[in-house]
């Protein structure tokens, strides 16, 4: 092998802090949903990127930290999908009014979360902190080359999204 040739590698972050807690429903057509309930969500990125003369590919703090951000910013929340063809969403003073299937429900303001996805599902939750993730740590400039985030709501169970660069 020739050490001099660039070698990518593929690091897998999967800590303990890496989850939130939230409040959610799954939307399965314009008639059925789910009861609200809530998950532990636990939350893996793995990255591929260039490993340098060093033989390293770069400190992992910082994708650490930004994926813990945001999960935080999701933790302890009533997650609503802002993007559902299903639901029709208005606020009144405190609340978000949402109106499903000739149902109303009301969810404080301050307790929920509207995120640009159409279902509340792990599939959407791992393309919207994809999403973030990219937005946040810029790819180009650790030179990377392939994100997957994954969404996992139990053991045995989740949804993953990946970005690879063209």
Same mark, same amino acid.
């Given at each position: 092998?020739? /050490?001099?040739?660039?070698?990518?590698?593929? /690091?897998? $972050?999967?800590?303990?802090?890496?989850?939130?807690?939230?409040?959610?429903?799954? @939307?399965?057509?314009? !008639?059925?949903?789910?009861?609200?309930?809530?998950?532990?969500?636990?939350?893996?990125?793995? $990255?591929?990127?260039?490993?340098?003369?060093?033989? +390293?590919?770069?400190?992992?703090?910082?994708?650490?930290? #930004? !994926?813990?951000?945001?999960?935080?910013?999701?933790?302890?929340?009533?997650?609503?999908?802002?993007?559902?063809?299903? $639901?029709? +969403?208005? /606020?009144?003073?405190?609340?978000?009014?949402?109106?499903?299937?000739?149902?109303?429900?009301?969810?404080? /303001?301050? &307790?929920?979360?509207? @995120?640009? +996805?159409?279902? #509340?599902?792990?599939?959407?939750?791992?393309?919207?902190?994809?999403?973030? @993730? +990219?937005?946040?740590?810029?790819?180009?400039?650790? &030179?990377? !080359?392939?994100?997957?985030? !994954?969404?996992?709501?139990?053991?045995?169970?989740?949804?993953?999204?990946?970005?690879?660069?063209?």
């Amino acid at each position: 092998m020739d /050490i001099s040739e660039k070698r990518l590698t593929r /690091i897998k $972050l999967f800590k303990e802090y890496l989850k939130f807690s939230a409040a959610h429903f799954t @939307l399965f057509s314009a !008639t059925e949903r789910e009861r609200i309930h809530g998950h532990n969500f636990a939350v893996q990125v793995e $990255l591929e990127l260039g490993v340098g003369e060093e033989g +390293i590919s770069t400190s992992y703090r910082y994708f650490k930290d #930004t !994926t813990r951000e945001l999960c935080e910013s999701l933790d302890e929340y009533v997650l609503l999908p802002k993007l559902s063809p299903h $639901l029709q +969403i208005s /606020i009144n003073t405190k609340h978000y009014v949402v109106t499903f299937n000739n149902e109303v429900l009301y969810f404080p /303001i301050t &307790d929920t979360k509207l @995120l640009p +996805i159409r279902n #509340t599902t792990v599939e959407e939750f791992s393309y919207y902190l994809l999403e973030k @993730l +990219i937005s946040e740590i810029e790819p180009d400039h650790f &030179d990377i !080359t392939y994100i997957e985030v !994954t969404v996992s709501s139990g053991a045995g169970q989740s949804g993953s999204t990946t970005w690879t660069k063209e």
